[in-house]
């Protein structure tokens, strides 16, 4: 962490294979910050969000990310990268054939843990972060969309990431219940210090829940913007 910042970028260019998709980026975020990142579809937002989490390689400028130097970030680091980030996409991305206990256990053991005593506890403690405890033994089709969500944020919390990435969380989802995601991811940002960066199309939640935004056009990203 360079200061108060989990991620910093100076000067970065955004390649996705020999296309520039975005050109001189400056971009900080600190812990505690809940950012929506905004723009069209194709402005950048996921190329934005792969190079943090290690996905795609920096061309020129400088980053880091979680303590890590992006521009020099080699394969077999890329890993223990993604321990420190939380990543939650918008198709849910669970284990269909095993219970949501054995969904984290599985993350859990991947990831390095080995005492089955607190891998039950930590699955225990996170599931009970996203109001959920009840649910250990059901599978994945058994739950609501938002309940699977919610999974989906408790898998992300397993390792206790120093921030939350999200690429269109509540796109699948419909506006109460994306309402109710956004509640706790906002929840967990201030209550953890969990920095938590949310990609999304939706304007209506923006302006239920404003906070910093940062958007994707024309090849740049723009901080602190504001919208009507």
């Known amino acids: 962490m360079i200061g108060n910042s989990i991620i910093k970028l100076t000067g970065v260019d955004i390649f996705q294979q020999k296309h520039l998709v975005l050109s001189n980026v400056n971009l900080h975020i600190d812990k505690n910050d809940f950012v929506w990142l905004i723009g069209q579809t194709g402005s950048g937002k996921s190329s934005l969000l792969k190079i943090l989490y290690g996905d795609l390689s920096i061309a020129s400028g400088s980053g880091y990310a979680c303590g890590y130097d992006l521009g020099k970030l080699a394969d077999r680091d890329v890993p223990f990268l993604r321990r420190k980030l939380g990543i939650v996409f918008q198709d849910f991305q669970l284990l269909t054939d095993r219970t949501i206990e054995q969904n984290l256990h599985f993350v859990l053991n991947a990831t390095g ?116």
């Open 113 to 228: 843990w080995t005492d089955k005593k607190l891998v039950t506890d930590r699955t225990l403690d996170v599931l009970e972060k996203v109001g959920l405890r009840s649910k250990l033994k059901k599978m994945p089709h058994e739950l609501s969309g938002g309940e699977q969500q919610r999974v989906v944020i408790a898998r992300a919390l397993l390792n206790d990431p120093e921030i939350i990435l999200a690429d269109e969380p509540t796109g699948n989802l419909d506006p109460d219940t994306s309402e109710e995601i956004v509640m706790l991811l906002k929840q967990i940002s201030q209550q953890m210090g969990t920095a938590v960066v949310v990609a999304t199309h939706d304007y209506h939640i923006i302006r239920t829940f404003p906070s910093r935004i940062i958007k994707c056009e024309n090849g740049k990203v723009l901080e602190d913007v504001q919208i009507a």
